[in-house]
């Protein structure tokens, strides 16, 4: 079975403050795929990154980062000097290579205050 | 322009009533997805397809189904909506050789 588990259900910060939204997977694919979404209050869903099992290369974007540690099942997103832009509903998602879907946490609502 | 392009954005329909969602992509994506959002359970699959000629039930299939019209386009229907199908509903496509998948911007719907 594949699960994706976000254990915070909603995170409140300062804005500047740094912020860590955790994501546990679970899987028994050796290939697999590991993905982060936004959704704004508008309610689309934004694309942040894609990450292969067998890459466990931490990845950096501007103020966006990724802790892929397959180790611990792992796939966390560090959110750097916060703004109330990124106020959102943050998803972590799986997809094994045996599978035909992306499984979906239950998502992490970020609240930034100004 | 997006990739995936859903109508309608927002319906309110009364219990019983018929309803289609649809979809349409423009990158010639072969596989694509009916997601429901409900607050707190993330996304859960209703229908996927694989192209036209392949359809399959997801998580959640009851109540819904589905019709892929042509590789671009995959709706997605209520035959007699009820109330706890009030939800947004997300369409979804992506090509074979990535896991990526490329969403639409979402229909809310609300049954009364």
């Known amino acids: 079975a594949q699960k994706v588990t976000q254990a915070q259900t909603e995170i409140s910060v300062v804005e500047k403050e740094d912020v860590t939204l955790d994501c546990v997977y679970e899987t028994r694919d050796t290939t697999y795929y590991l993905f982060w979404y936004k959704q704004p209050p508008s309610g689309e869903l934004v694309f942040l990154i894609r990450?292969?099992?067998?890459?466990?290369q931490n990845e950096i974007s501007g103020r966006y980062s990724w802790n892929f540690q397959k180790s611990t099942s792992s796939f966390n997103f560090t959110i750097t000097a916060s703004q109330v832009v990124d106020s959102a509903v943050y998803f972590c998602?799986?997809?094994?290579?045996?599978?035909?879907?992306?499984?979906f946490g239950s998502g992490t609502r970020l609240l930034v205050r100004p | 322009d997006a990739d995936v392009t859903q109508t309608p954005r927002n319906r309110i329909t009364k219990t019983g009533k018929r309803i289609m969602l649809e979809c349409s992509q423009t990158k010639g994506h072969d596989r694509m997805y009916w997601y429901r959002q409900d607050p707190g359970l993330g996304l859960q699959l209703i229908y996927y397809?694989?192209?036209?000629?392949?359809?399959n039930k997801g998580e959640i299939s009851d109540g819904y189904s589905v019709s892929r019209q042509a590789q671009a386009k995959f709706s997605l229907s209520l035959e007699s909506a009820i109330p706890n199908q009030t939800a947004l509903y997300f369409c979804?496509?992506?090509?074979?050789?990535?896991?990526?998948?490329?969403f639409g911007e979402g229909s809310r719907l609300t049954v009364l």
């Open positions: 998602a799986l997809k094994g290579d045996s599978s035909y879907k992306l499984i």
């Open positions: 397809s694989f192209d036209v000629k392949d359809i």
């Open positions: 990450r292969n099992s067998f890459d466990e």
């Open positions: 979804a496509a992506r090509g074979s050789g990535t896991g990526e998948l490329f």
